[in-house]
């Protein structure tokens, strides 16, 4: 089972900053088959990128995921007010299926 | 417009049995998988498996292979989780998640979602 460990636990930042969130894993994830969800309370997650860089349809061009191999990378351009929430990366390479463990965004 | 809808809430007791239902629209409902993912209360998501509605073939993750199980209803466009003797640890939001099929065992992201189903075990 690959295991997925998201970095840092939390990102304390203000709007209009800069996020960098890290996804390592295990092993390497097999044609860079990895994904990237929001989740804000009381929601279901939403899809941002598959494919380790592909944005999914309707997500904001401040979104952006790199990466191959065993490390990846969301970055949030410019913070919103609505991008703080809890993000989680996943990996479909190779079953079982697994996510990370999760990064919050919150306000500074 | 593609969605997923699940059914309401459920308070069970230990030692019941439950299933909850994922109806799909919007789109050919056996083109795509359906995949269950558990969050237990403040915690992570969990993929538990998932369901071809086409033929009904499923995978489990071994963590949740002989706990659950997965089932379709592809004449009414909807996936099922089914437990049959419930455990206090099984209180949780359980989702469910459409996937692209790529393969038969090539996976894929989940998109979209439904909208949740709170399971709570309590005696």
């Known amino acids: 089972e690959i295991v997925l460990t998201q970095s840092p636990a939390t990102l304390s930042l203000s709007p209009g900053e800069r996020a960098t969130l890290s996804c390592g894993a295990s092993?390497?994830?097999?044609?860079?088959?990895l994904a990237w969800y929001q989740q804000k309370p009381g929601l279901a997650p939403r899809l941002l990128i598959y494919?380790?860089?592909s944005r999914a349809t309707g997500i904001p061009d401040r979104f952006s995921g790199s990466g191959s191999g065993t490390d990846f990378t969301l970055t949030i351009s410019r913070l919103e007010p609505e991008d703080f929430a809890v993000y989680y990366c996943?990996?479909?390479?190779?079953?079982?299926?697994?996510f990370g463990q999760g990064t919050k965004v919150e306000i500074k | 417009e593609v969605q997923l809808v699940q059914s309401g809430a459920e308070v069970k007791k230990p030692g019941e049995s439950l299933r909850i239902s994922c109806k799909g629209s919007?789109?050919?409902?056996?083109?795509?998988?359906i995949s269950w993912v558990r969050q237990m209360p403040g915690k992570g998501l969990e993929w538990m498996g998932r369901?071809?509605?086409?033929?009904?073939?499923?995978n489990y993750s071994p963590s949740f292979q002989g706990h659950v199980t997965i089932s379709a209803d592809k004449s009414i466009s909807t996936a099922y989780l089914q437990w049959s003797s419930l455990k206090a640890s099984d209180t949780a939001m359980y989702y469910c998640?459409?996937?692209?099929?790529?393969?038969?065992?090539?996976?894929?992201?989940?998109?979209?979602w439904g909208q949740g189903t709170l399971v709570t075990v309590s005696s």
């Open positions: 092993q390497s994830v097999s044609s860079s088959y």
């Open positions: 369901i071809d509605p086409s033929d009904s073939y499923t």
């Open positions: 998640a459409r996937q692209v099929v790529r393969g038969v065992i090539l996976g894929s992201w989940f998109d979209p």
């Open positions: 996943q990996q479909y390479g190779s079953s079982p299926w697994t």
């Open positions: 919007g789109y050919s409902f056996t083109s795509y998988w």
């Open positions: 494919d380790a860089s």
